[in-house]
């Protein structure tokens, strides 16, 4: 769908919002919608987005599928899943709930579109220690947690390749490997 190459290109979505905790700067979904209205309208694109909740083993997650469809109808869509917690101070259940739902929702426009945080200026989100890699580590533990076999597991071994040496990375999927149905990919 070329209307989908040409927004993004286009798509240019700040990080502008301020986390004073961790002392980073951060885009949140709604950053990227508000970026991505007039690149829609201007290439009379539909997007739409929707949540699911999906059970895996004791955990629900929140599935979120990002759609665009163009005017002659032609469609794709992304989807990627935020893991609810269990308990989180401070949050009811609506709260946590909405929480895992923004939370999932940026990371499929992140897959839509090829935003890529590690390469925007995370120097201030190092907080002393952080790689620039959190984000994709972040997305990638919570597919590997939603696999539910090893052809999936291999699949987003392939996709992250810039965690390969990411210990907790390949750790994380050693041990899924072992939880999960052997199927060949």
Known sequence: MKELIEIQHSL??????????GKYKYRSCEDILEALKPLLYEHKCELTIADEMVLVGTRIYVKATVTLKNENGETVST?????????KKGMDGSQVTGAASSYARKYALNGMFCI???????????????DGLSDNRDMAFQEIDAAKDTAELS?????????????AFMKRLGERKKEVPYVQA
């Not at 240019?12 to 905790?21: E, L, V």
């Not at 989807?79 to 308990?87: F, K």
């Not at 699949?155 to 210990?167: G, Q, R, S, V």
């Open 12 to 21: 240019k979505a700040p990080k502008g919002q301020w986390n004073n905790f």
């Open 79 to 87: 989807t990627a899943y935020a893991r609810e917690e269990e308990s």
């Open 116 to 130: 890529d945080d590690t390469k925007d200026s995370d120097d201030t989100n190092t907080g002393g220690k952080d």
């Open 155 to 167: 699949k987003i071994f392939n996709k992250y390749t810039m965690l390969h040496d990411d210990k």
